[in-house]
Nanobody, 123 residues
Framework: QVQVVESGGGLVQPGGSLELSCLAS????????MSWHRQAPGKQRELVAT???????NYADSVKGRFTISRDRAMNTVYLQMNSLKPEDTAVYYC?????????????????WGQGTQVTVSS
């Protein structure tokens, strides 16, 4: 079983910065990708940024140039540095981890989500 825990959310003024962290733990054999998603009240969950095992990154158009995703492979941790925050960035931010887990001869695919962390951008 793989556990995913986010941290770092909070209240920030428009134009400010926050860094989110996400730690994956458990019987992890390999992580293929780690990503951040967000869900604002009354809206669907949307992909914010992804980093693959190879280091490739992808961003939603709405956050390009403002957010940076990075990964510490040794620590199974992914970060989201958020700069120039806007009120429309207000949402619950979720971390997702895809990979293989479990002991034995055949690791199994996992797709795990964290519980989310609230980010509020307001003056």
């Amino acid at each position: 079983q793989v556990q995913v825990v986010e941290s770092g959310g909070g209240l920030v003024q428009p134009g400010g910065s926050l860094e989110l962290s996400c730690l994956a733990s458990g019987s992890i054999f390999m992580i293929n990708a780690m990503s951040w998603h967000r869900q604002a009240p009354g809206k669907q969950r949307e992909l914010v940024a992804t980093v693959t095992n190879g280091g490739s990154t992808n961003y939603a158009d709405s956050v390009k140039g403002r957010f940076t995703i990075s990964r510490d492979r040794a620590m199974n941790t992914v970060y989201l540095q958020m700069n120039s925050l806007k009120p429309e960035d207000t949402a619950v931010y979720y971390c997702n981890v895809l990979g293989y887990a479990g002991g034995g001869n055949i690791p199994k695919v996992f797709d795990s989500w964290g519980q989310g962390t609230q980010v509020t951008v307001s003056s």
